[in-house]
């Protein structure tokens, strides 16, 4: 059965505090992996796309990488503006459809 | 961000009422989702459809009922809803289902209450 897996639940840093979200899964056919940020009340935003094992994508604080069974979603020296909850999905299959893990909640104090 | 837009932001319905989830997207987009968030659960794929075929059914209850009239139109008809249905709605678009480097964009989700 297809999963996807994200740990921790729920992350406190400080400003500044560099830190690490984890997303593993298993999946059959993996097409890419896609990274959210949700804010409280809204949907969530499109981050990032990984297609193979050893890629990796930076936008601004964030950085994402790919192996064959986990991606990581590096913050680096975080600012309280990037609390919110960060969403890993796979894409699987012919039709492309999106399976998420739970998500981080990520709080960054000033 | 205007790209996908849902209305209402938040229902509020009984058990025996009927209403409609609209959604609408700017993208240009020929492939609709609508999704289910609970606290404490992943986001559940319900339906897609792919111009404006119904490609998918995630094994949802009839007393939900979509609806696509056309690329850009999404609706969500609902009816004798249960308490536990209440959550986070999500619409989301995309280039088209079966693409390579299909990413999708969400909506900012309707809030329903089931009293």
């Known amino acids: 059965e297809d999963q996807v897996t994200q740990s921790p639940e729920a992350l406190r840093l400080q400003e500044g505090e560099s830190s690490s979200l984890n997303c593993s899964y298993t999946v059959s056919g993996l097409r890419g992996l896609f990274w959210y940020r949700q804010d409280p009340g809204k949907g969530p935003e499109f981050l990032f796309t990984l297609y193979s094992a050893g890629e990796e994508k930076e936008k601004e604080r964030l950085k994402a990488t790919l192996t064959k069974k986990e991606s990581f979603l590096h913050i680096t020296a975080p600012k309280p503006e990037d609390s919110a909850t960060y969403l890993c999905a796979v894409q699987v299959g012919s039709q492309g459809n999106l399976i998420f893990g739970k998500g981080t909640k990520l709080s960054v104090k000033p | 961000e205007t790209g996908v837009t849902q209305t209402p932001r938040h229902l509020v319905m009984g058990m025996t009422n009927k209403k409609s989830l609209k959604c609408e997207q700017h993208?240009?987009?020929?492939?609709m989702y609508w999704y289910k968030q609970s606290a404490k659960k992943p986001l559940e794929l319900m339906f897609v459809?792919?111009?404006?075929?119904?490609?998918e059914n995630n094994s949802v209850p009839s007393r939900f009922s979509p609806e696509c009239p056309n690329s850009s139109h999404l609706f969500l008809h609902l009816h004798t809803l249960q308490p536990e249905d209440s959550a986070l709605y999500l619409c989301?678009?995309?280039?088209?289902?079966?693409?390579?480097?299909?990413?999708?964009?969400f909506g900012p989700g309707t809030r329903l209450t089931v009293l």
């Open positions: 459809y792919n111009f404006k075929e119904q490609t």
């Open positions: 989301a678009s995309s280039q088209a289902g079966t693409s390579p480097s299909d990413t999708q964009y």
């Open positions: 993208l240009g987009h020929n492939a």
